[in-house]
């Protein structure tokens, strides 16, 4: 019979030092249980700059806001995929394993946005989500 070891999710303060020792650039708060990160990201060299918050609750998900540049619909009123409507992204399906509190924020979440991030710049240009991922289905507006 195999062993079956059950591993602890990592401490906010395991999670800090990782953080800080993959992005030294990116600056932290933690208060009340809640640890926020801020800092830069740049997809391509030929990429924006994002200034991006990464906010994480032991037993929650970590959550991404872009700060700045605002992030803008296409020209032809195509709303951004894969934001939720608070307008954190959607980086991974929820509940699907893909992100645990096992794992480390500056090796999933922070690259993921970044990758987010260029899905996002080519979809402005091009009005094709390459990142894949389930889509919400869309509303039927009533006829009137």
């Not at 999710?9 to 932290?28: C, E, I, K, N």
């Not at 970590?62 to 540049?69: A, E, T």
């Not at 999933?108 to 991030?117: A, M, Q």
């Not at 710049?121 to 989500?129: H, I, K, L, M, S």
Request: charged share 25%; aromatic share 12%.
């Amino acid at each position: 019979m195999a062993a079956r070891f059950h591993q602890q999710r990592l401490s906010v303060v395991q999670q800090r030092v990782r953080m800080r020792a993959l992005y030294p650039g990116f600056t932290s708060t933690w208060e009340r249980g809640l640890i926020r990160w801020t800092g830069d990201l740049q997809p391509t060299d030929a990429s924006e700059r994002y200034r991006v918050a990464v906010a994480y609750r032991l037993d929650s998900t970590p959550k991404v806001h872009v700060l700045s540049p605002e992030l803008r619909t296409r020209e032809d009123g195509q709303p951004i995929p894969h934001r939720y409507p608070e307008g954190n992204l959607c980086l991974y399906l929820t509940n699907s394993g893909e992100w645990t509190p096992n794992d480390y924020i500056a090796e999933t979440t922070v690259p993921w946005t970044s990758l987010w991030l260029y899905y996002y710049e080519v979809w402005r240009a091009t009005g094709d989500w390459l990142g894949g991922g389930v889509h919400a289905p869309k509303r039927n507006r009533p006829k009137r």
